[in-house]
């Protein structure tokens, strides 16, 4: 059930109600009135019955008009009950009233998506179109009137601009963080490379053939290596003095004295009989 029949049901039942109470007051003295509870007397005939049994008019009197009162008291209460629902009766009729002229309001403001302009299709009101990338709102029934005509069409959406050109394949590469364009400063970079993970990056140039080594410990910058060092095979990088097959046998490189000298061992004898012979050739 909706509001409007609950007030409707609701005011039905207190006109039903005040006209009971009407007739138990103004009814003969003869009369009984049915209710919801049973029959009940009419005051008349309430006053009958009471001198009819004690014969005491001014006590059946006084009885009497307790029992007006207080129907009087119940019908201002109905009266006020009554004021009451129809009162909620008219707002709930204003609520609807309102409702449906929002809904007619939010139909007439309706846009119909027609797709791309047609000049064969004939538009009516409200009617939406898109030609060119713009997209229009008809405002005059019409057939073949091409946006933009202001006379027909309202313009709803306009079409952006054009975007740069994306740096693809061999494209000028552009500038990264605050780094000149072709600069090695990758410090300077290093918000672009780091946080797009485990990249590399190297000096402006390189001579060809040299040695690459990583500057610093985090694996992501190179630097030019140069040619071997000493101290490289101080270090180890090109491996340990095991690894390299040190020592005095056939076949192994002799380690150089700290004089500068090979060892005595790996040196013809050094007697004057030998030299001899290989100063004569002999």
């Given at each position: 059930?909706s509001?409007?029949?609950?007030?409707?049901?609701?005011v039905?039942?207190?006109?039903?109600?005040?006209?009971?109470l009407?007739d138990?007051?103004?009814?003969?003295a003869?009369?009984t009135v049915?209710t919801?509870?049973g029959?009940?007397?009419?005051v008349?005939?309430a006053?009958?019955d009471?001198?009819?049994?004690f014969?005491?008019?001014?006590?059946?009197?006084?009885?009497?008009?307790?029992?007006?009162?207080?129907?009087?008291?119940?019908?201002?209460?109905?009266?006020?009950?009554?004021?009451t629902?129809?009162?909620?009766?008219?707002a709930a009729?204003?609520?609807?009233?309102?409702a449906?002229?929002?809904?007619q309001?939010a139909?007439?403001?309706?846009?119909?998506w027609?797709?791309?302009w047609?000049?064969?299709?004939a538009?009516?009101?409200?009617?939406?179109?898109?030609?060119n990338?713009?997209?229009?709102?008809?405002?005059?029934?019409?057939?073949?009137?091409?946006?933009?005509n202001?006379?027909?069409?309202?313009?709803?959406?306009a079409?952006g601009?054009?975007?740069?050109?994306?740096?693809l394949?061999n494209?000028?590469?552009q500038?990264?963080?605050?780094?000149?364009?072709?600069?090695?400063n990758f410090a300077?970079?290093e918000?672009?490379?780091?946080?797009?993970g485990?990249l590399?990056?190297?000096?402006?140039?390189?001579?060809d053939?040299?040695l690459v080594?990583?500057?610093?410990a985090t694996?992501?910058?190179l630097?030019k290596?140069?040619?071997?060092l000493a101290?490289d095979i101080?270090?180890?990088?090109?491996g340990s003095?095991?690894a390299?097959?040190?020592?005095?046998?056939p076949?192994?490189?002799p380690?150089?004295?700290?004089?500068?000298?090979?060892?005595?061992?790996?040196?013809?004898?050094n007697?004057?009989?030998?030299?001899?012979?290989?100063s004569h050739?002999?």
């Open positions: 059930m509001l409007q029949t609950d007030l409707q049901t609701a039905a039942k207190v006109t039903a109600d005040g006209n009971l009407h138990i007051v103004h009814g003969n003869v009369s049915v919801e509870s029959p009940v007397k009419t008349a005939k006053i009958a009471v001198v009819a049994a014969g005491d008019v001014d006590s059946a009197r006084t009885t009497t008009l307790g029992a007006r009162d207080q129907a009087v008291a119940g019908a201002a209460q109905v009266a006020a009950d009554k004021a629902t129809l009162g909620a009766r008219d009729a204003a609520s609807a009233t309102s449906a002229a929002s809904a309001a139909q007439v403001a309706k846009i119909m027609q797709g791309p047609d000049g064969t299709i538009y009516a009101n409200r009617d939406a179109v898109t030609l990338g713009t997209s229009y709102v008809c405002r005059q029934a019409h057939t073949n009137r091409q946006p933009p202001a006379a027909y069409w309202d313009l709803l959406a079409k601009d054009t975007g740069p050109a994306a740096n394949g494209a000028v590469p500038v990264l963080g605050n780094a000149a364009t072709g600069a090695a300077s970079r918000d672009h490379v780091h946080s797009r485990a590399v990056d190297g000096p402006a140039n390189a001579t053939g040299e080594r990583f500057d610093g694996g992501k910058l630097k290596g140069g040619k071997i101290a101080a270090a180890g990088i090109l003095i095991a390299k097959d040190f020592g005095t046998a076949g192994q490189v380690a150089v004295q700290a004089d500068g000298r090979l060892p005595a061992s790996v040196m013809p004898p007697d004057g009989a030998y030299l001899f012979l290989l050739g002999f």
